[in-house]
């Protein structure tokens, strides 16, 4: 996929090599390329996704475009997987989420959820090949932005770049996308659903 085709911004390139080891370790716990990985684990672990993402999405209300929300993806692929939308309300929700206070920290949450679009992509694959879920039966949020997710990710790279470019500023995204990371991880592993 020809995700870059500009020159990185030097905001971007802290933020690549602040959450490399961040990415890989949560990458080696996911389940979806284990053997005993099923559907109903996928299940479990879409239902976990929904426990971060519906908290984390409204503190970034204010400062993503509405087109980029992901939450009605995964209650749409909650209910595919035959949960009902009460069961979907009742989903344990966290706690500990990184803070979003300002343009930086926001920039810093949104790098990792927009990035993980960019692997979605390999999982779809995988989740399609697996168990034959796909887009309409329970793995749209694993593909949200469809045909759109390079552009997407290119439009997001734009205003990585038009960021302010203080020190300041730059550190306080890479916390935030390191907290990100690891917030999610230590949710996930809350929950039960990683190897
Ligand atoms: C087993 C699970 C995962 C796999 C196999 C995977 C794989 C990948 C791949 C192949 C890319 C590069 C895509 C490209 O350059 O076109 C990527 C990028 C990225 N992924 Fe993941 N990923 C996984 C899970 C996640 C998760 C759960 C998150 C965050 C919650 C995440 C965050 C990111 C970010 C932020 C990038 C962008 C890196 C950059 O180009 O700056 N990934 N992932």
């Keep these: 996929m020809p995700t870059r085709t500009t020159t990185p911004s030097p905001l971007l390139l802290a933020l690549r090599e602040g959450t490399r080891d961040c990415h890989k370790a949560l990458e080696a716990r996911l389940p979806f390329f284990s053997p005993g990985f099923d559907p109903a684990a996928y299940s ?3 239902q976990a996704y929904y426990g971060f993402h519906a908290p984390l999405e409204a503190r970034l209300a204010s400062y993503q475009e509405p087109g980029r929300v992901k939450l009605p993806a995964l209650s749409l692929d909650l209910q595919a997987l035959n949960l009902s939308p009460a069961d979907i309300d009742a989903l344990p929700l966290c706690q500990a989420l990184p803070s979003v206070h300002d343009e930086a920290s926001a920039l810093g949450v949104m ?3 927009e990035g993980s679009t960019l692997g979605g992509q390999v999982l779809k694959k995988a989740m399609a090949e ?3 879920i796909g887009a309409d039966n329970g793995a749209g949020f694993l593909d949200v932005y469809g045909e759109r997710t390079a552009s997407y990710w290119r ?4 205003r990585l770049g038009q960021a302010p470019a ?3 500023a730059q550190a306080a995204s890479v916390q935030a ?3 990100t990371f690891q917030l999610f991880e230590a949710w996930l592993g809350q929950r039960n659903v990683l190897i």
């Design 166 to 168: 203080s020190a300041a």
């Design 177 to 179: 996308a390191v907290a």
């Design 155 to 158: 439009s997001f790279l734009e």
């Design 130 to 132: 697996r168990f034959g």
């Design 44 to 46: 479990c672990l879409l």
């Design 111 to 113: 790098y990792v959820l």
